[in-house]
């Protein structure tokens, strides 16, 4: 089958079209035919050589696909030939079929494009495990996400605001700004321009946030304590920014708060299992009722993913970018 493999660590003319086995279902595993694979940040890590995928996953990228059952593991129940679903991965999305755990597996969500449905799995289930699960989100509480306009933000935005929280979110320009108001975002914060620290704070009367989404990491530790609200709790996700910077001890004793480091793609499969079984429960009803819904910005050929992770780099991407065989 056809699949884009990384021919060596580098920029994105290093993604190339290659012929690779076909996979081959375990028991407890479902094959799809892949109808689009979404394109993340975690993808342009491995690409460059930073981020190697788990040991027994495929070597070339790929977190979330949707598509059409073609094979059913023979332990698996609940799934037949021929749904219609989409899937977390630890890689391999870049390819023509895959071999998922069908624990990882969610059924395509009714109203959504079967295309449209890849941008989501990923998206959804870092997004709840981190602001439900790590961040302990409540109603009524504000919260900050930083990359609004981003894969997982856009997600994160429409998430909270269903589950009753008020959203402040940061973009880069006006425009992605106002792109996420339109997903519900209460406060929207043009960090080439302004301070979030000081907006947020101005927004909350001086009190601060009660939870952070962070994707910056180390360049924007400091202002995120800043920003918080005492027993605010601070889930970083992303390093956009660096990976180490000084820890203000004092402060963080002042605002008892918490900080938090979590990933997905590294996860046990039972904890994978544990979300998306969550992200069914909770996540996909918002889905079916519009509450939620897939942002994509462009569907692309799996042949042009270069140019897809180029778009990426960019920062062009409002949303997702999907590759479709």
């Not at 920029?11 to 979404?38: F, H, I, R, W």
């Not at 106002?178 to 009367?205: I, M, N, P």
């Not at 004092?250 to 605002?255: A, C, D, N, W």
Request: aromatic content about 2%; proline content about 6%.
């Amino acid at each position: 089958m056809r699949a884009v493999i990384i021919s060596r660590p580098g920029g994105p003319e290093v993604l190339q079209e290659s012929t690779v086995p076909e996979p081959v279902p375990g028991p407890d595993d479902l094959v799809l035919e892949v109808a689009a694979a979404g394109v993340n940040r975690a993808d342009v890590l491995q690409r460059e050589g930073s981020y190697p995928p788990p040991a027994g996953a495929p070597q070339w990228p790929g977190l979330e696909v949707s598509g059409t059952v073609v094979e059913v593991g023979s332990e698996v129940r609940g799934w037949a030939v021929g749904d219609e679903a989409c899937a977390l991965l630890s890689g391999g999305g870049y390819a023509e079929r895959v071999r998922v755990s069908a624990g990882q597996a969610l059924p395509a969500p009714a109203g959504i494009d079967l295309v449209d449905a890849a941008a989501l799995p990923e998206a959804v289930c870092t997004a709840w495990s981190n602001l439900v699960d790590a961040g302990r989100l409540r109603a009524g509480e504000w919260v900050l996400v930083h990359g609004g306009s981003g894969g997982v933000g856009s997600i994160a935005v429409q998430l909270a605001t269903a589950l009753g929280a008020r959203v402040a979110t940061t973009a880069g320009g006006p425009e992605r700004a106002a792109l996420c108001a339109t997903l519900g975002a209460e406060l929207t914060v043009d960090h080439r321009a302004e301070d979030f620290t000081r907006s947020v704070r101005a927004a909350t009367d001086g009190r601060g946030v009660d939870l952070v989404l962070d994707v910056l990491g180390a360049g924007a530790l400091q202002r995120n304590l800043e920003a918080l609200a005492t027993g605010g709790r601070l889930v970083v996700i992303g390093l956009q920014r660096g990976r180490r910077a000084e820890l203000d001890l004092g402060l963080l004793l002042s605002r008892r708060a918490t900080v938090v480091g979590t990933t997905l793609r590294s996860r046990p499969a039972a904890e994978k299992t544990a979300i998306v079984a969550a992200v069914r429960e909770h996540v996909w009803p918002m889905v079916d009722d519009g509450r939620l819904r897939p942002v994509v910005h462009a569907r692309l050929p799996l042949a042009a993913a270069g140019d897809a992770h180029r778009m990426l780099e960019r920062g062009e991407v409002f949303g997702k970018v999907l590759l479709v065989p």
